[in-house]
């Protein structure tokens, strides 16, 4: 029974904060969405039509994340039968034991001390019943840890690269406080060709201040 209530605490806590992540990113993309405008209303067209990429690349993300999350959700819900499967199994076990043991009491009362043998066969009874609850009650175990262990889990997405971007560009060194959006904006660039160009899968992790990277320019 802990296990179970440890199991589905985990299950619960997950799509708790898979749901607050979820809600999050869907919020702030829109709201980017409608902010964004108003902040670049006297920036340059190029430059509004790299924020709007900038933006449907990060609505594309975001609709990625999603259907990751709903993918898992899915197995989530598999999952959770599954337990709930084994609690039943362990209620009705529970359930069993419990009545063998008012059945066995019963019956020792009724025995008097002058018959040793009588109590003997049936504490040999009891044993071998309890012998049998407790293998059942670990193959139940052992089934839904395999279980546990085989739901597989959501792949992160694959970013794909294209050679589609400017071969002119600059050296840019990255500095404190960049990201590919800041770049682009500032260096007349994209941050898909950014991406392109110098392979970044996750920006957070291989744009690292102190590098140099290639910014593509195009000319229009």
């Keep these: 029974m802990a296990f179970h209530h440890g199991a589905g605490s985990l299950v619960k806590s997950f799509m708790a904060k898979y749901a607050w992540l979820k809600r999050g990113l869907l919020l702030g993309a829109g709201l980017f969405a409608l902010v964004a405008p108003l902040r670049l209303g006297a ?15 990060l609505n594309k993300k975001v ?19 599954r337990l709930d499967s084994f609690v039943k199994q362990q209620t009705d076990l529970v359930r069993e034991f419990n009545a063998l043991t008012v059945s066995i009491n019963a019956r020792l009362q009724t025995i008097e001390e002058r018959e040793p043998a009588i109590k003997r066969e049936i504490l040999a009874e009891v044993a ?14 052992d089934a839904v840890a395999k279980a546990i262990e085989k739901t597989p889990q959501p792949k992160p997405a694959v970013v794909q690269f294209d050679d589609d971007y ?14 590919l959006s800041k770049i682009a904006r500032e260096q007349n660039s994209t941050v898909r060709d ?20 290639f910014v593509p320019q195009r000319n229009e």
């Excluded at 609709?63 to 959770?80: A, D, N, Y």
């Excluded at 071998?128 to 175990?141: I, N, V, Y």
């Excluded at 400017?166 to 990201?179: E, H, L, N, R």
């Design 63 to 81: 609709k990625q994340l999603s259907l990751q999350g709903e993918l898992f959700e899915s197995r989530q819900r598999q999952l959770q039968q």
């Design 194 to 213: 950014i991406q392109n160009a110098n392979k970044i899968v996750n920006p957070r992790t291989d744009l690292q201040v102190g590098q140099t990277i």
């Design 166 to 179: 400017p071969t002119t560009g600059i050296a840019y060194i990255v500095k404190a406080g960049d990201s």
């Design 128 to 141: 071998e019943k309890m012998t049998q609850l407790a293998k059942e009650m670990e193959m139940a175990l």
């Design 43 to 57: 920036q340059s067209g190029a430059q509004i039509a790299g924020m709007a990429q900038d933006i449907q690349i």
